[in-house]
């Protein structure tokens, strides 16, 4: 069965970068789309960035879009997420999800899997 687990979370200062990885521990992945979302307390479950597995066409939330980039490694099935020019902002719990089915990438309700979280904290 799939299983989602994220690596890569820490602590890292404003204007750093910091890069986060997503893989099945079980079998590959064969998944329509991966993404990423992260949320904060008191706030809701907000889009980060998107990928399209098999083609790669990608989306991305307009707060990180030129900052952040997600990518596949499809040999080691695993997905990334390369977060550059980090601000404050950015601290929240990262999770990565995935779809086996055809969905809206930036809508959370649509992925049927989902990994742990991963903490991310920027300092000032």
């Known amino acids: 069965q799939v299983q989602l687990v994220e690596s890569g979370g820490g602590l890292v200062q404003a204007g750093g970068s910091l890069r986060l990885s997503c893989a099945d521990s079980g079998r590959a992945f064969s998944a329509y789309a991966m993404g990423w979302f992260r949320q904060t307390p008191g706030l809701e479950r907000e889009f980060v960035a998107a990928i399209i597995w098999a083609g790669g066409r990608t989306s991305y939330a307009d707060s990180v879009k030129g900052r952040f980039t997600i990518s596949t490694d499809n040999a080691k099935s695993t997905v990334y997420l390369q977060m550059n020019t980090k601000t404050p902002e950015d601290t929240a719990v990262y999770y990565c999800?995935?779809?086996?089915?055809?969905?809206?990438?930036?809508?959370?309700?649509?992925?049927?899997?989902w990994g742990q979280g991963t903490q991310v904290t920027v300092s000032s």
């Open positions: 999800a995935a779809a086996y089915t055809r969905i809206l990438p930036m809508s959370p309700g649509g992925y049927g899997y």
